[in-house]
């Protein structure tokens, strides 16, 4: 076997976690790098940054849905995938793998061709005003049509963790973002392509990522290979994927929903000014999630193979580590978005009225912050131990039940309209973490003593 593969049922549990939670966490924050990068280069382009910039958050909903279908194949498929090696099931693992990507070139076929044909209206549903609209279209269609590079990278990069070759999977990203670093300035300001630029570039760089991807999944060190015969839509196998998935794909579709709603709400009451401090403050509060997801990425492999083994004591001892990782993260990312809002605001635009702004609604936005790293360690953990229908339901209670109607409601309630529209987050964000950590608590001993 492959020396960069981790053995998931032997050895410390702290050990084996940080082995794969750190190139996992790795991957996730250089994988945010992708629109980041995109977003500070395109928020200082000379006379158009701000409005450039407001533009392409604008996309941001189209963006995460093309992430929420990548990831019900990924997040479902790959759980699936290290039960059945716990299991013993090899070739049920692979015959998961090679369904899954076949679902992931099916999804991106539809996905570009409905995208790139309705985003002019869906952008204006957005919150696109004359202004911003021509920055928004010319990022998004560019960006439509390398969509399977990104369902690709996406959606089977973590069939590449699952099978223990963190490293692998980290180097996937670090690659193409890499990239995208040295493209973005290049086609932006020396080929002065301005926002198209930046898309080019992401596409670029995502392309490259995908390749290393199949690369590996068709060579000789990887454990589950992709194979001709078995890429088929096989629904048998599909339909565990996806109902595992669908938490995932309510995460992050709802993600697009939430980004629509904030906007909408905050063009009635602040115009384009707090639309485009909801931009800055989205692409911050990405370094809180990413990360999250990077240590509960790394976390999965080990609770599920040793659930799908029946290694109870295990899989415990890897939850309460990816706990206290969890809460330790998002209680210092609370502490320094609360104290240094401007210097954050700064690093993607030079405008002085959209950094006093965004400064001040950050600190209205992030004050409850540091509750998600309970709720997504609890809620990951539930995805983990194949829990799909309470992972679904947690999954749309912060966003669907709660936030989406405080939007709403709230500017209804409180005489300052626009601050109430940002306090929705922090008020969802408590409320959310305590049912989710009284959910998991209740039922984690029931769920250990049923067999994989």
């Given amino acids: 076997m492959n020396s960069q593969k981790q053995d998931m049922g032997t050895g410390s549990v702290p050990k084996l976690l940080l082995q794969l939670m750190i190139p996992a966490v790795v991957a996730q ?25 407001t533009g392409v958050g604008l996309f941001a909903p189209i963006l995460m849905l ?10 479902g498929g790959a759980p699936r995938t290290a039960i059945a090696l716990g299991q013993g099931k090899k070739e049920t693992a692979e015959k998961i793998v090679n369904a899954s990507f076949c679902m992931l070139l099916i999804f991106s ?43 690709v990278v996406l959606g089977m990069n973590p069939f590449i963790t699952t099978q223990g070759f963190a490293k692998i999977s980290m180097l996937t990203t670090m690659i193409g973002a890499a990239i995208n670093i040295v493209l973005d300035p290049v086609f932006i300001f020396v080929f002065g392509l301005g926002v198209r630029g930046a898309a080019i570039a992401t596409v670029l760089s995502q392309a490259v990522g995908a390749v290393w991807i199949l690369r590996f999944l068709t060579g000789k060190k990887t454990v589950l290979r992709l194979r001709k015969e078995l890429i088929r839509p096989d629904m048998a196998v599909i339909r565990p994927v996806i109902a595992l998935g669908i938490s995932s794909f309510v995460m992050l579709s709802t993600e697009s929903l939430l980004s629509i709603s904030f906007n909408s709400s905050l063009a009635r009451y602040g115009g ?21 997801q990077g ?74 912050i540091f509750a998600m790293g309970f709720q997504v360690a609890c809620q990951q953990t539930f995805m983990a131990l194949g829990q799909a229908k309470v992972s679904l339901l947690l999954a749309c209670l912060r966003k669907i039940i709660l936030l989406i109607p405080l939007i709403f409601i709230l500017p209804h309630l409180l005489p300052d309209p626009v601050f109430a529209v940002f306090l929705a987050e922090p008020v969802s964000d408590i409320c959310a973490a305590l049912v989710t950590v009284i959910t998991f608590f209740t039922r984690l001993e029931g769920i250990l003593a049923h067999k994989a």
């Fill in 295 to 368: 240590i509960c990425q790394g976390g999965q492999p080990v609770i599920s193979f040793n659930y799908g083994a029946g290694n109870k004591e295990r899989v415990k001892q890897a939850f309460r580590f990816e706990l206290a990782l969890c809460a330790g993260y998002t209680t210092i990312f609370w502490a320094f978005m609360l104290l240094l809002p401007r210097a954050v605001a700064g690093i993607f635009t030079a405008d002085a009225e959209l950094i006093g702004y965004t400064a001040w609604a950050m600190r209205i936005y992030m004050a409850g």
């Fill in 29 to 53: 924050v250089v994988n945010l790098l992708y629109n980041i990068v995109d977003r500070i280069y395109i928020g200082h382009i000379p006379g158009i940054g701000a409005a450039a910039l």
């Fill in 66 to 75: 093309l992430n929420a279908f990548a990831m019900v194949i990924g997040a």
């Fill in 109 to 151: 076929v539809v996905l570009t061709v409905f995208f790139y044909a309705a985003s002019p209206t869906l952008l204006r549903w957005f919150g696109a005003s004359n202004i911003t609209l021509p920055y928004a279209l010319d990022y998004s269609r560019i960006y439509i049509l390398g969509s399977v590079f990104v369902l």
């Fill in 272 to 292: 384009d000014l707090a639309v485009g401090a909801m931009t800055v403050i989205t692409s911050a509060s990405q370094l809180t999630l990413m990360p999250l």
